[in-house]
């Protein structure tokens, strides 16, 4: 251990003169050790982490543990409000958040192609260091590959999480009963025309910012104070659309949603339109869908708006009973009309003209 | 708001009112088609007006022949397809770009982004799929031009763009067609101008009024067309006022008429539409893929069973079609229409399913 450390100050200049990332530094050898003491463990000192054992011991506070993981490839790396480090450590947060955890740790795996820019990887890792000190999560275990070049894009990462369950927060499908609003904490669509703006290369005039986000604490705090709390879910791939239709055949049951209320920010609608994008099938990372009884929509939104990341909180619908087959999401439009709701084809492709 | 939809609202009765039987509006473009959709805005309507979608989806129109085409070259090696989303979904005789799984198709935003893709790698030939109507047209022939000027000879276009008026003309010289009066889009129109709509107005007496995309706007627009209707008048009109001039944009269409040529082009479902069709005037056939790939002219085939034909010209709804919902999904689409994000067929699928029963 102690070896380690005192190999620091060189290797980083090593590094820096490196710049690039080589097949050696996932080798195991010398530079895989000077690649995890210089740009990993200042980062995220602590002390199991600092151990570096095979495996992480960590002390939990309780005995219902939940256990998520999560793989991320996005393109770009970089876009407006966040990068590939926020996400990787956000997502899987959030993944534990909606499930009624606090989360606890997380596992951090690189997957990096070879000649990947050694800046961009301490971007990327400080990035993912610094989101998770927010989070008030630890990272205390991890693991580095270096694939050939073309065998990967730039940096592939896998973070995986635990977390202890907030008393009391049983959260299913099953909990869900007809009446029940629907909230949520924000606009929505950000992310997806975020990094869709920024993939097709559309500088759009208004900046349009990714509303990547820990959501543990907010989550927490409504499931501390309100018992009425039936099912949390994040909407990310397949948007608030896919997320409705996965509550409605859950649980078989009907969602009506009112446009009206939901939360948009007019520069995501105006480049949702030009593309012809629905933004209830756009992704989000920093947004939660809250399934709660009529009698706590009111703390559970005040919790929202009274947080930095809900200040925009809305109740947009109320589930009812089904009474076809087949259950289905509804929307009464902002103009009174009416349509169904679907969950989206998974591949968002923007319209020709 | 509010005050504005009654009152829409009303004109649209009394034209159904003073007709007596049915009222059927074609909304000429997809781009209505998908906002009429995703606004709600059919439940809300009269039950005696009917909305028909119309040919102008870009992907949908696009002959069978021309994505078996499209297909073939996405075969050579030493091309690089450079395509619009839509386009490789849809289904030729031998899968489509996307199940085939090719490594050398590009979805593209832009004919610019094409021609860059072309000056990135030289050593390959980049074909652009270029479809789609007046609105993307003008960026094609920029980028030929563009290619013509700085000699960027690894580039060719693989033309399908069409043109609105004569497709306007040919379903209302098919005896069988239904339609009252068109809902004309508004961003055709800002090329076009209002103007181009006069021949058919004076021609078949059928009202046209040009309106925006915006759901507030496309009510307006349909009003309008019911207060004709109450008028027993058939004019130009048009609630995009300020946005749409009578002559539409000159320069644009001068740098079209400058590289392209209208033909007698075959559309799918509708047939061979005299004019309808544009491809590359001759002093710019080295930029033709098919000049460049010795393809002497994209053969006129139609997908059996699919009805998008149908569709398209208004015909039927596309839950009429027996495969609609069953075989035909987005997940499996069988005609272009359930590929297109505005195709009919795909714009019922997503939000066409109304409960009736709960109030
Ligand atoms: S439902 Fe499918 S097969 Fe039928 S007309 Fe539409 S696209 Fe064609």
């Known amino acids: 251990m102690v070896q380690i450390r005192q190999d620091t100050k060189a290797a980083v200049v090593n590094q820096r003169e490196d710049k690039k990332i080589l097949l050696a530094h996932g080798g195991g050898g010398r530079l895989t050790s000077n690649l995890i003491s210089s740009l990993i463990l200042p980062r995220f000192d602590n002390e199991v982490l600092g151990k570096l054992t095979d495996s992480a011991a960590i002390e939990l506070s309780s005995s219902s543990v939940l256990f998520t993981t999560d793989s991320f490839v996005v393109k770009p790396l970089f876009f407006k409000g966040g990068d590939i480090g926020k996400l990787s450590v956000c997502g899987t947060v959030n993944d534990l958040a909606v499930a009624g955890a606090k989360p606890v740790a997380l596992s951090l795996s690189l997957i990096i192609e070879e000649g990947f820019e050694t800046a961009l990887l301490e971007r990327i890792l400080d990035s993912a260091a610094n989101t998770a000190a927010e989070a008030g999560v630890r990272i205390v275990t991890g693991d580095t590959k270096v694939v050939e070049k073309g065998s990967a894009d730039g940096i592939f990462i896998n973070t995986a999480g635990i977390g202890t369950r907030v008393a009391g927060a049983e959260l299913s499908f099953d909990k869900i009963t007809p009446g029940d609003c629907i909230i949520i904490n924000g606009t929505i669509g950000d992310h997806g025309m975020a990094i869709m703006s920024k993939r097709e290369g559309i500088e759009f005039e208004l900046s349009i910012e990714s509303d990547c986000a820990c959501l543990a604490d907010l989550t927490c705090k409504i499931l501390e104070s309100t018992p009425g709390v039936r099912f949390m879910r994040d909407p990310t791939r397949g948007g608030v659309a896919a997320v409705l239709n996965e509550i409605a055949e859950g649980r078989r049951c009907d969602i009506e949603i009112n446009e009206k209320p939901v939360p948009v920010n007019p520069a995501v609608k105006a480049a949702a339109d030009m593309l012809g994008f629905d933004l209830l099938d756009i992704a989000n990372e920093g947004k939660v869908l809250i399934v709660a009884s009529q009698d706590s929509a009111e703390a559970v939104l005040n919790i929202c708006r009274n947080h930095p990341l809900g200040r925009q909180g809305q109740v947009i619908g109320r589930v009812a009973e089904t009474a076809a087959e087949a259950p289905i999401v509804e929307m009464i439009t902002a103009i009174g009309g009416k349509r169904i709701v679907r969950t989206p084809y998974g591949r968002d492709l923007p319209r020709i003209c | ?359």
């Open chain 2, 1 to 359: 708001m509010l005050n504005r939809i009654m009152t829409a609202h009303r004109q649209m009765d009394a034209a159904c009112e003073k007709v007596g039987g049915q009222i059927n509006i074609m909304e000429v473009c997809g781009t209505h088609t998908v906002s009429i959709f995703r606004n709600g805005i059919r439940p809300t309507l009269p039950r005696r007006l009917k909305l028909l979608s119309g040919p102008g989806c870009p992907v949908c129109v696009t002959d069978q022949g021309f994505i078996d085409v499209m297909l073939e070259l996405a075969q050579h090696d030493d091309c690089i397809i450079a395509t619009y989303g839509d386009m490789v979904r849809v289904p030729g005789r031998a899968g489509s770009l996307e199940t085939n799984h090719l490594s050398n198709v590009k979805v593209v935003l832009s004919s610019d982004d094409a021609l860059k893709l072309a000056e990135k790698h030289p050593d390959k030939t980049v074909v652009f799929i270029a479809v789609g109507f007046e609105t993307t047209t003008p960026a094609t022939a920029v980028a030929v031009g563009e290619a013509d000027r700085k000699g960027i000879e690894n580039f060719c276009v693989l033309s399908g763009h069409k043109l609105v008026i004569p497709a306007m003309r040919a379903l209302l010289s098919d005896a069988n067609n239904k339609i009252d009066a068109f809902l004309c889009p508004g961003h055709v129109s800002v090329i076009i101008g209002s103007e181009a709509y006069g021949e058919i107005v004076s021609e078949f007496a059928r009202p046209c009024v040009v309106a925006g995309f915006e759901p507030m706007q496309i009510i307006e627009g349909l009003a309008e067309i019911c207060r004709q209707i109450v008028r027993g008048t058939a004019q130009v009109g048009s609630v995009y006022q300020g946005v749409v001039s009578a002559a539409g944009n000159t320069t644009a269409r001068k740098i079209v008429a400058e590289y392209f040529e209208p033909y007698d082009g075959y559309w799918r479902g509708l047939g061979t539409i005299a004019g309808g069709t544009l491809r590359l005037k001759d002093k710019y056939k080295r930029f033709d893929a098919l000049e460049r790939f010795g393809i002497e002219e994209i053969p006129a085939e139609e997908l059996a069973g699919c009805l998008c034909g149908k569709v398209l010209s208004g015909l039927i709804d596309p839950p009429e079609c027996g495969m609609f919902e069953n075989k035909c999904t987005p997940d499996t689409p069988v005609g272009p229409c359930m590929v297109s994000s505005e195709g009919a067929c795909a714009a019922w699928y997503k939000y066409g399913r109304i409960r009736k029963r709960r109030s």
